[in-house]
């Protein structure tokens, strides 16, 4: 199962709302990313979480919380965002932390803000 | 500051065509090497990956060799289909975190 799944596919949320975004992976991986990525623009590298624990924040505003419960699942909490946080949010995991190490990614979840 | 740049496109091609897309890149030492696609409507997968120069990556049809000289990683493809439509990405290790460019959309048409 070489799968990342993401829950939910799209979500729309106005800037007073509180929401999470779910990641799920069993592979085993020990390391596992939060990217952003907007309309024909690369992934940005948004959080790292190395072991379950956050190894790396890319200066990311605290309306964004990211959690790790276990080794299997990222969250992604939202609160009071604003409408230029719209875009795809992508979920990734790699079976080690370190760049060189192939990143498998999820589909994604595309987030409307209003 | 360490980079990655790509051809813009998009490239437009018919069906059996040679592709190329010129990836080069800027960095101190040798990192690795990364080419992922993205399907519409889906996540990134990687399609090739080379660690060390004069390595060459290769996958489905696609391949692209790691040019120190050069500092290139050029992705090729000797006839495309219409199924390869999609946005490619290069990247690169840098400092744990992958850097990529800012991709080129393939339009494949038969």
């Known amino acids: 199962d070489t799968e990342v799944t993401q829950t939910p596919k799209h979500l729309v949320m106005g800037m007073t709302n509180k929401k999470s975004l779910k990641c799920e992976q069993h592979?085993?991986?020990?390391?596992m990313y939060w990217y952003k990525q907007k309309a024909k623009k690369p992934p940005e590298l948004m959080f790292v979480?190395?072991?379950?624990?956050?190894?790396i924040n890319e200066s990311v505003p605290s309306r964004f919380s990211p959690e790790c419960p276990n080794s299997s699942l990222l969250n992604l909490h939202l609160h009071a965002l604003q409408p230029e946080d719209s875009a795809l949010y992508l979920c990734?995991?790699?079976?080690?932390?370190?760049?060189?190490?192939?990143?498998?990614f999820g589909p994604g979840t595309r987030l409307t803000v209003t | 500051g360490d980079s990655v740049t790509q051809m813009e496109g998009p490239v437009t091609l018919s069906e059996e065509a040679f592709l190329t897309i010129n990836c080069t890149y800027t960095?101190?030492?040798?990192?690795?090497l990364f080419w992922y696609v993205q399907y519409p409507g889906e996540g990134l997968q990687l399609l090739l990956k080379?660690?060390?120069?004069?390595d060459k990556g290769s996958n489905k049809g696609f391949e692209a060799t790691y040019r120190k000289e050069t500092t290139s990683f050029h992705l090729e493809k000797g006839s495309v289909q219409v199924s390869d439509s999609a946005v490619y990405f290069c990247?690169?290790?840098?400092?744990?975190?992958?850097?990529f460019g800012a991709g080129t959309i393939l339009r494949v048409k038969s």
């Open positions: 990734a995991s790699s079976q080690d932390p370190g760049a060189t190490y192939e990143q498998y």
């Open positions: 592979m085993g991986h020990r390391a």
């Open positions: 080379a660690t060390k120069a004069d």
């Open positions: 990247a690169m290790e840098y400092g744990n975190k992958l850097v």
């Open positions: 979480y190395s072991y379950e624990k956050l190894s």
């Open positions: 960095a101190t030492g040798y990192p690795s």
